[in-house]
């Protein structure tokens, strides 16, 4: 059977509605970025005629959450999470940022404690909602999964945790001292699939490894308050 769409663009109330053969989804405009945009989470961007054509592109697919579009440029950017404030944003002119109905309670949703985060297995990090220890996200079935078919590019921070006794590679150079280049040089390694590193910037050290805590005993992965090290859980391809 194949679906259709008819989509209603509603100035005043800046809210779209997209009405299928068995269901109907809202889109409204996050009020709170403007002017900004990022590509972290970011699987499809495109050229399009209009922000209705925008809207479409991400209504029909069901890994879209959050979708970008430049007012200026007709760019637009579909997201398999949400996006809020709390994301790391770089000011760019045009942009207006719209969250669909699947954005309720989806990774990268505003958090204050663990408790607002209801997608299962997901806590509570820098006022976003994330995969806990062990758990990677999906951007194709939008959970949190114990592994992936193909890993991405993106990490997921756990912050004052490691994995004991699990380093295959460390770094010291500067360029890796961040969680950036940290990450870079996981996703690089051919030698193993890098899945998590560790990030020490107080003492210079990027710890990269082929394990999660689901790979390791229970013992083995330490949540220390006071230590120096944040572990970092590297995320699924968008496939």
């Known amino acids: 059977m194949t679906s259709y769409f008819n989509v209603i663009y509603l100035t005043l109330c800046h809210l779209y509605f997209v009405e299928g053969a068995t269901q109907t989804c809202a889109i409204k405009q996050n009020s709170s970025i403007k002017n900004k945009t990022t590509t972290s989470w970011m699987f499809q961007e495109s050229l399009v005629s209009s922000k209705l054509d925008c809207a479409a592109q991400c209504l029909t697919n069901p890994s879209c959450i959050t979708y970008m579009i430049n007012r200026n440029t007709k760019v637009c950017r579909l997201f398999s999470t949400r996006i809020t404030q709390y994301n790391t944003l770089t000011s760019e002119a045009g942009y207006l940022s719209y969250d669909t109905c699947r954005a309720t309670d989806a ?36 959970q949190c999964v114990r592994s992936c078919v193909h890993y991405g590019t993106m990490f997921t921070k756990i912050k004052q945790s490691y994995i004991s006794g699990n380093d ?72």
């Open 107 to 142: 990774f990268g949703s505003p958090c204050s404690s663990n408790s607002n985060c209801k997608l299962a297995n997901t806590i509570c990090v820098d006022n976003m909602c994330q995969c806990d220890a062990g758990w990677s996200y999906s951007q194709n079935t939008l």
């Open 168 to 239: 295959l590679i460390t770094l010291t150079a500067p360029q890796y001292i961040t969680a950036s280049g940290c990450g870079q040089a996981c996703v690089a390694v051919t030698s193993f699939t890098c899945l998590s590193f560790e990030l020490d910037t107080t003492f210079g050290r990027c710890y990269l490894q082929s394990v999660t805590p689901f790979l390791v005993s229970l013992l083995d992965f330490l949540q220390l308050l006071g230590t120096t090290v944040d572990y970092y859980q590297r995320n699924c391809a968008y496939v």
